[in-house]
C-alpha cells in the first residue's frame, strides 16, 4: 500500500517542507507517502471565489489515482483520537487499496472533490493554516503506523 497527500497550495516554506520531508523519510518502510501539490485557483479582486474552487477541483480530481481510497480532511468530518485512526489505518490496509489524504484549498474542496471521498476526517475544529495542517497529517499517519508497528514513538 502506498499514500498521497494532494494537497492545494504551493510553496511551503522550508519549515514546513523540512518537517513534512522528516515524518515522509520516517514512514518510507511502513507506508511510502508522497506529496502531491496542487495550484491554487486564482482568488483576487473581481474573480469569483466559485471558478477557483472549481479549477482546484479539477486539478485534485487529476491527481487521484483510480481505485484509492480517498480520505478528505474536512471541519466537519469526523474527528478520531490517535488510535483511532491507527485501528483506520490497520483496516485500509486490509483493504488493499492505496490511500489518498486531500487538503482542499482556501474555501475547501469542491463539491466534486467532497463526492469522490470515501471517509471524511477532520482534525479539529480550529481553523489552521493548511502548511501546518500538512505537518499535522503526516506526523499522525507517522504515530498510527509506529503504533501499529509497535513502536515506541507514542507513549500516550
Excluded at 472549481?54 to 480520505?71: C, D, F, L, N, T
Excluded at 474536512?74 to 487499496?97: C, F, N, T, Y
Excluded at 502548511?131 to 507514542?154: D, F, G, K, S, T
Aim: aromatic share 6%; hydrophobic share 40%; glycine share 10%.
Amino acid at each position: 500500500m502506498k499514500a498521497r497527500l494532494i494537497a492545494t497550495g504551493e510553496r511551503a516554506p522550508g519549515w514546513v517542507a523540512q518537517g513534512f520531508a522528516d515524518y515522509q523519510k520516517r514512514l518510507s518502510h511502513w507506508l511510502p507517502l508522497e506529496l502531491v501539490e496542487v495550484e491554487p485557483g486564482l482568488r483576487g479582486k473581481g474573480r469569483d471565489p466559485r471558478r477557483a474552487i472549481e479549477e482546484e477541483g479539477r486539478r485534485v480530481q487529476a491527481a487521484i489515482p483510480k481505485g484509492a481510497y480517498v480520505v478528505a480532511l474536512d471541519v466537519p468530518g469526523k474527528p478520531l483520537s490517535s488510535e483511532q485512526l491507527a485501528a483506520k489505518m490497520e483496516h485500509w490496509r486490509g483493504q488493499g487499496r492505496d490511500l489518498v489524504f486531500l487538503i482542499g484549498g482556501p474555501e475547501g474542496h469542491a463539491a466534486e472533490v467532497s463526492a469522490l471521498a470515501d471517509e471524511k476526517w477532520s482534525i479539529g475544529p480550529l481553523t489552521l493554516p493548511h502548511m501546518m495542517v500538512r505537518l499535522i497529517v503526516v506526523e499522525q499517519i507517522y504515530r498510527a503506523c509506529a503504533m501499529l508497528a509497535n513502536h515506541p514513538y507514542h507513549r500516550a
